[in-house]
């Protein structure tokens, strides 16, 4: 898996913890959680909005959420002040693949698999 050249430092463990402020943005994080819970919902929640609106605040509030219910597969936080590695788009799958192999056994197998 080393091919794979996973971004560590776009993973959820290497972000701030700064989420969101207690009691803030609580209709849209339950929004998420909603979601999250749906198997019939879109398989895509889009956040949008203006640069400093608290998107990836709310990103990691979600994040911290879904893995405190053992629901988090993976994640990739972008950032175009950051490491190079964080903003190149190709290196996104790649990383979120490994994290699922990390979490997953049956995941980890088929991965290893194809790799070979």
Do not use: Y
């Not at 700064?18 to 929004?31: F, I, K, M, Y």
């Not at 219910?69 to 964080?86: A, K, N, W």
């Amino acid at each position: 898996m080393e091919k794979l050249e996973r971004v560590g430092s776009a993973d959820i463990d290497a972000q701030n913890s700064n989420g969101c402020l207690e009691g803030t943005r609580v209709g849209v994080l339950s929004d998420l959680r909603t979601w999250s819970c749906d198997p019939h919902a879109p398989r895509i929640f889009w956040l949008n909005g203006m640069a400093g609106t608290g998107k990836s605040a709310i990103a990691r509030s979600f994040c911290f959420d879904l893995r405190q219910r053992s629901m988090l597969g993976g994640s990739f936080f972008c950032s175009h002040r950051g490491l190079t590695d964080q903003s190149d788009t190709r290196r996104i799958i790649p990383t979120l693949a490994i994290s699922m192999a990390l979490h997953d056994w049956r995941f980890n197998a088929a991965l290893l698999a194809e790799l070979d």
